[in-house]
C-alpha cells in the first residue's frame, strides 16, 4: 500500500502533461477554425453592391422623405430617420459589411439624403405655391439654388433627427456578428 502512493506524483505528471499536449492540439485547431471562418466572413464583404444599392436606396429615401414631410410636417424626425433605417437596412443586408468603410459610406449618404430630402420638400412647396410641376420648378432653378434654399429652412433640431439618422445608418449598415464571429475577426486581424 505504502508503495502505490509513492508513484501518484508521477502519475500525476504524466496526466497533466498529456493533457496539455492535448488542449495545444485542441486550441490550434480551434484558431484554425477561427482563422478559415474569419476569412469566409471576409471575402462575403461586397463594398461594390453596397455602394450602388446605398445610392439608390438614397435616392428612393429622399423622395419617401420629401413628400411625407410636405404633406405632413409634423413627421419631419421619423421621415429623417427612416432615411437612415433604409439606407443602412439595405447596405448591410447586400454588402453584408464588416469593414468600419460600411459605416463611413452609410453616414455619408444619410446626410445626402437628409439635404436631397430637404430638395424635394422645397421642390414640392414651391410647385405648391406657383401651381407648376416639380419638374418644371426644377428645369427653372440651378440644384445648388435648391440645395441652399433647402439647407436654410433647416432648424436646429432638424440636425438632431438627422444624427438619429446617421446613427442608425451606421448600426445597420453593418453586418450583425455573432460572439463565435467577432471571436474569429479578432484572431485573424492578430494573426495580420
Not at 463594398?47 to 404633406?71: D, E, K, M, Q, R
Not at 446617421?166 to 495580420?192: H, P, T
Request: charged residues 15%; hydrophobic residues 55%.
Amino acid at each position: 500500500m505504502v508503495g502505490d502512493d509513492c508513484y501518484q506524483p508521477f502519475i500525476d505528471y504524466l496526466v497533466l502533461s498529456l493533457s496539455r499536449k492535448e488542449s495545444a492540439t485542441v486550441r490550434a485547431e480551434e484558431e484554425q477554425k477561427n482563422y478559415e471562418l474569419a476569412e469566409k466572413l471576409l471575402s462575403e464583404q461586397n463594398f461594390s453592391a453596397a455602394i450602388i444599392v446605398g445610392a439608390v436606396a438614397t435616392v428612393l429615401a429622399s423622395v419617401a422623405y420629401g413628400l411625407t414631410v410636405a404633406a405632413w410636417p409634423i413627421t419631419y424626425g421619423f421621415a429623417a430617420a427612416g432615411v437612415g433605417i433604409v439606407i443602412g437596412f439595405a447596405m448591410g443586408y447586400f454588402g453584408r459589411g464588416i469593414a468600419s468603410k460600411f459605416a463611413i459610406a452609410a453616414a455619408l449618404y444619410t446626410l445626402l439624403g437628409g439635404v436631397l430630402g430637404n430638395v424635394f420638400h422645397v421642390l414640392i412647396n414651391m410647385a405648391r405655391a406657383t401651381r407648376m410641376s416639380p419638374i418644371d420648378i426644377f428645369r427653372n432653378h440651378s440644384f445648388s439654388d435648391l440645395a441652399e434654399q433647402a439647407l436654410s429652412n433647416v432648424l436646429s433640431i432638424a440636425l438632431l433627427y438627422w444624427l438619429v439618422a446617421v446613427m442608425a445608418a451606421v448600426f445597420l449598415s453593418k453586418r450583425a456578428l455573432s460572439r463565435a464571429d467577432r471571436l474569429a475577426i479578432g484572431v485573424y486581424d492578430l494573426k495580420s
